[in-house]
């Protein structure tokens, strides 16, 4: 990527953030070729630890692609902040109905831009004990069905070792060993053109998380668990539930 290209803003955040990352972590990149080099793309990885979006934002950059995360919009809204999300072309995303209308708008105005879009499909880190990739949310999946961009999916592992979800413990030991791979575009050509059912959203889902998961397993010499790990639905307050 040229520097001339990115402007101030985000040469700036390069600056910040990737001699940290090398004093902090030893990386391995595999397969950085499978990031398309111009175009819309979706990526979607997985989310082992808070850490992880440097890492895999590090491993976008170096591909020649500059990464846009989503974030909570509220952080728009905090002085200083706000005003760099917004240089350096991170996506703010709002909760609710028609805010949310308004966020996939966003979207799929970057997507049209040419930008690459990084969606963690699983909407939060992992809660399956052994840091597998969880069951997904469709988000991904509804902005793939109306642009058509690719979803690239992307697996990480050691930024755990860094700061563990399990335990929100931060370790500060130089050179911690972090990898990050890629894969092909994962086929959802039996989708094109499909009505955004629930069933359609959660079949290709479901695409993407195998894919992850199977890039995932590669990484760590391991199999992933057969069954896909589903977050816990929150007891029901209602009158009458048992």
């Known amino acids: 990527m040229a520097h001339r290209r990115l402007g101030f803003w985000r040469r700036f955040a390069a600056a910040l953030v990737i001699p940290v990352l090398h004093v902090w972590t030893r990386r391995t990149w595999l397969n950085q070729e499978n990031i398309p080099r111009t175009g819309g793309v979706i990526i979607a990885p997985n989310h082992v630890s808070h850490f992880d979006p440097l890492v895999v934002g590090y491993y976008i950059f170096g591909s020649g692609r500059w990464p846009r995360f989503l974030g909570k919009a509220s952080l728009w809204r905090v002085p200083v902040l706000g005003g760099f999300l917004r240089k350096v072309q991170q996506i703010p995303v709002e909760r609710g109905s028609v805010e949310a209308v308004k966020s996939l708008d966003v979207l799929i105005e970057a997507l049209d831009q040419g930008g690459v879009v990084i969606i963690y499909p699983e909407g939060t880190t992992t ?116």
Do not use: C
């Not at 997904?136 to 050691?158: H, I």
């Not at 050179?175 to 359609?200: E, I, M, N, Y």
């Open 127 to 242: 809660r399956e004990p052994d840091l597998w990739p969880m069951r997904g949310k469709t988000g991904a999946a509804r902005l793939a069905l109306v642009t058509g961009a690719p979803v690239v999916p992307v697996a990480n592992w050691g930024a755990e070792n860094i700061f563990d979800p399990r335990t929100s413990k931060l370790r500060f030991r130089p050179r911690t060993p972090v990898t990050v791979t890629a894969g092909k575009p994962v086929d959802l050509s039996k989708w094109q053109g499909a009505t955004p059912t629930r069933s359609v959203l959660d079949e290709m889902t479901e695409a993407i998380m195998h894919d992850i998961s199977v890039l995932l397993g590669e990484v760590r010499g391991e199999t992933p668990p057969a069954a896909r790990y589903d977050r816990p639905r929150k007891p029901s307050t209602k009158a009458g539930d048992a």
